[in-house]
Every structure is written in structure tokens, then in C-alpha cells.
């Protein structure tokens, strides 16, 4: 007889190349797919046919004790004769039946809908921007009432911060919305149609502003000095200390560090890591005695930087470059930017090529020769990332760039 499903099994089960599943026994089974998303199914046979129903949320959003609590309910329906997916069939056609009349009850039935067919990460990204975004406009609007220059204003307020990315998918969201108000009945109109005719274009991809070496002296005081959210403060600083990107920064996890080592482990395939290479990124000190005080805050939660709203969730992207844009610095400087600052400055300085390169996790380290790959030049990356630590503290000090390229370079690295 198979071993019991665990809890620990269940939080355990890393994504493979392909889907796979769990038996939880009486045809409960964990289904876990290869971009680490977790599905409860329920498998049972009706007459000759083989079935399979969804049992509640995504792990770990439904528990394995809820799951298995929501399996014997289906069994107990299948003992009576009932079909438990025809149940199911006609809760929904009665539910058709149901007229949303605020915005806020067609957007929650929208997004139970459609999140069945997203990855756990697409469905969380989309509940944080309506939560934040666009519901605490709209909820209690009537979906008749609601007209195209309001949810323009909305759209422009996300502009405003320079979310472009955000502004696009929130202007698909509200269209989808109503598309789907409009089949089910609940409304008429569709002020979300013309959206795109007052969308304010974006930087290009590559056009991620950023100040010259001899402007970084007024930002790192301008950070040091913010009033603002401290954990937006040392997401910051972590940005720029080891030049990793800012979707990777903000969803840094405690299990990822090893604070006694000075190092900073993201594992292939991590969400956020562009084309999901694995990278180590060693620490100065400067990042390992702010993480211990960053840990008294937050340690007891799974990410460093935790969500303002939910601890549960990591810090949203838009709050780096929300405190740049709080400090004046507007069309000049960007969290994505401080990549480019960190690759000019090391390479001004006179660093190998190959070290910079590594240290942006440029290429995948499993497909480059040997050397490169085992140690990953973590020895003089080391000293690299210390220098480059000092030498933005001096500049914050106010002391001349040019004075300071003394101090610091490859020598004895």
C-alpha cells in the first residue's frame, strides 16, 4: 500500500520537465505542473467513463486537509448516485442566473472564472493589481454607471508611477471584464473599449533610464536619507550591491541566503530570473549587516521584502520606483536602471568582462566551459562586489568619483 500524502510532501514536491502527480488515496491526487503550480484533482469513475474535477484552489491556497475533506464530500455524492461534475453543471447554470450588479461582483466572478486557466503566479499577480489598483475605485460602482473617462483616470494614475507593463494588462483587464459582464447579461455597455486611444506609450525595452557616475553621489544620500518604507529603501540598496534584477530583488527569500557565507543562491527556474538560469551572487558587507536587520523585521515570513498590505506576498514591483520618482528622480533613474549603472561602473573600473557578466547573470552558467561554470569566478566576483559596496559609500560620503577609482579595482582580486 502506497505511503500516505503528507503535508511536508506536498510543500516539498519541486516541479519537474514534465507534470506529474501525488496520490492522496480515494482517488485524490496532487497534480504538480512543470512552473511549480499545484492542483488538487479528483478522479472517480461515472458509469464506463473515467472523470476528473478540480478540488478547490491551488496549493497552497486550499490545504491538503481541506482537499481531502472536499474528496469525501465528492465520494459521499457518488455513494447517493449523484454525478458529482453534473452537480456541479447545475450550480453553475443557477449561478448564471445570479445579476452582478456592482462592479465588484462581475470583476470577483470574472477572476474565479478565468484564474482556472492561469498559473498560481498569473492568478496572484492579477488579484494583487485589482486589489490595489482598480477595485478600490470601482467595487461599489454600478457596472451601468461606470464611464470610459473614469476608468481612464484609473489607467493614468498606474501611468503616473511608470508602470507601463501594469497600465497595459489593467487596460485588458477591464475590457475582459466587461466582455464578460456583457455575455452574462449584467449590463450593456463597454466604456472599456476605447482605452487604448489615451494609453501613454512606454520606454522601449532597453531604455531603462539611469544617472552618470558622477550624479550617483546625490541618489545614494537621496536613498539613505528616504523617509519612506524602509524595506522599499533596502530593496534598493540590495539592487544595487549586487546588480541583480528588480523582479528578483523584490522576491528575494530568506531560504536563498546563507548570511555566514555572504551568499545569495537563486535556484533555476526561479520566478522572476530572466530565462530562469541558476546565478550566485556573492554579498558585501554593507548587504549582509543590513539583511540581519532587515531579518528582525521580517524573518518570520518567507520573503525579505515583504508585501505592504499582505506579508505573505513579496514587495510590489512598482515600489522602488515609486520612492525614485518621490525623490525628483523622474525620467532619470529607474530600479531596472541601476543594472546599467552597476555594468558601467565595473567595467570603467577595469574588472574582467567575464565577472561583470556573471555578476548580471548574463548567459547560463550550465552551457559555458568548465571554470565558469563550477566556481563561477565567486573569488574575485567577491572582492568585486566589495569594492563596488565601498566605493558607493564613499561617493556618498561626497567624495570626488575620480579620487575614489584610486581606491578601488581588480589589483589582487
Request: charged share 30%.
Amino acid at each position: 500500500m502506497a505511503a500516505r500524502l503528507t503535508d511536508v510532501a506536498v510543500r516539498n514536491a519541486r516541479p519537474r520537465a514534465k507534470k506529474y502527480r501525488l496520490s492522496a488515496g480515494g482517488g485524490l491526487n496532487l497534480l504538480v505542473m512543470p512552473d511549480g503550480a499545484k492542483y488538487w484533482r479528483f478522479r472517480y469513475r461515472s458509469g464506463k467513463k473515467q472523470k476528473e474535477l478540480s478540488v478547490g484552489e491551488p496549493y497552497p491556497q486550499t490545504s491538503l486537509r481541506q482537499a481531502e475533506a472536499e474528496a469525501g464530500r465528492l465520494r459521499t455524492e457518488l455513494l447517493q448516485g449523484t454525478d458529482p461534475a453534473e452537480g456541479r453543471l447545475v450550480a453553475r447554470l443557477a449561478g448564471r442566473e445570479k445579476i452582478a450588479g456592482d462592479f465588484g461582483e462581475a470583476a470577483e466572478s470574472w477572476f474565479a472564472f478565468r484564474s482556472r486557466a492561469w498559473s498560481a503566479k498569473s492568478s496572484g499577480q492579477v488579484r494583487d493589481y485589482l486589489d490595489k489598483d482598480i477595485l478600490p475605485k470601482l467595487a461599489r460602482r454600478p457596472l451601468d454607471r461606470i464611464n470610459a473617462p473614469e476608468l481612464g483616470a484609473i489607467v493614468s494614475d498606474i501611468e503616473d508611477r511608470e508602470a507601463f507593463d501594469v497600465a497595459k494588462k489593467a487596460r485588458q483587464w477591464l475590457k475582459s471584464i466587461y466582455s464578460y459582464s456583457r455575455a452574462k447579461g449584467w449590463t450593456t455597455t463597454d466604456p472599456a473599449k476605447d482605452l487604448d486611444a489615451v494609453a501613454v506609450k512606454g520606454p522601449g525595452v532597453q531604455n531603462y533610464p539611469h544617472v552618470p557616475i558622477e550624479e550617483l553621489g546625490p541618489l545614494m544620500r537621496g536613498i539613505d536619507t528616504y523617509s519612506g518604507s524602509f524595506l522599499v529603501r533596502s530593496c534598493a540598496w540590495m539592487t544595487l550591491w549586487t546588480a541583480n534584477r528588480p523582479g528578483v530583488t523584490r522576491m528575494l527569500r530568506w531560504k536563498e541566503l546563507d548570511l555566514d557565507d555572504a551568499l545569495w543562491t537563486i535556484q533555476r527556474d526561479r520566478e522572476g530570473m530572466k530565462r530562469g538560469y541558476f546565478h550566485m551572487t556573492p554579498l558585501p558587507k554593507q548587504a549582509v549587516a543590513l539583511l540581519r536587520e532587515v531579518h528582525k523585521r521580517t524573518g518570520s515570513y518567507e520573503y525579505v521584502f515583504i508585501g505592504r498590505n499582505d506579508p505573505s506576498k513579496s514587495l510590489s514591483d512598482g515600489a522602488v520606483n515609486g520612492m525614485l520618482l518621490a525623490l525628483g528622480y523622474r525620467g532619470k533613474q529607474t530600479g531596472a536602471g541601476f543594472r546599467h549603472v552597476v555594468s558601467t561602473a565595473l567595467n570603467e573600473l577595469g574588472y574582467e568582462t567575464d565577472w561583470v557578466e556573471r555578476q548580471l547573470a548574463h548567459g547560463d552558467p550550465d552551457k559555458i566551459r568548465g571554470t565558469y561554470n563550477k566556481a563561477m569566478y565567486l573569488k574575485p566576483r567577491r572582492k568585486m562586489v566589495q569594492d563596488w559596496a565601498d566605493y558607493l559609500d564613499a561617493l556618498k560620503r561626497g567624495e570626488d568619483p575620480k579620487d575614489v577609482l584610486d581606491k578601488v579595482g581588480p589589483e589582487g582580486a
